[in-house]
């Protein structure tokens, strides 16, 4: 069975929740632990910039 995409518009802390993965997971790219309120749409466009 294929999986869905995740909406932008779901949070971190959601998106833990309903995939079942432990709390602190989903990094930033500096390592650090992403804040729970964030949103999924904010991460895709923030990994889709080059410095």
Same mark, same amino acid.
């Given at each position: 069975?294929?999986?869905?995409?995740?909406?932008?518009?779901?949070?971190?802390?959601?998106?833990?929740?309903?995939?079942?993965?432990?709390? /602190? =997971?989903? !990094?930033?790219?500096? &390592?650090?632990?992403?804040?729970?309120?964030?949103?999924? /749409? =904010?991460? !895709?466009?923030?990994? &889709?910039?080059?410095?």
């Amino acid at each position: 069975m294929v999986q869905r995409k995740t909406r932008s518009d779901c949070t971190v802390g959601t998106l833990e929740k309903k995939t079942g993965l432990p709390a /602190g =997971t989903v !990094r930033n790219q500096n &390592g650090r632990d992403t804040r729970n309120d964030k949103k999924v /749409g =904010t991460i !895709r466009k923030e990994s &889709g910039k080059k410095k």
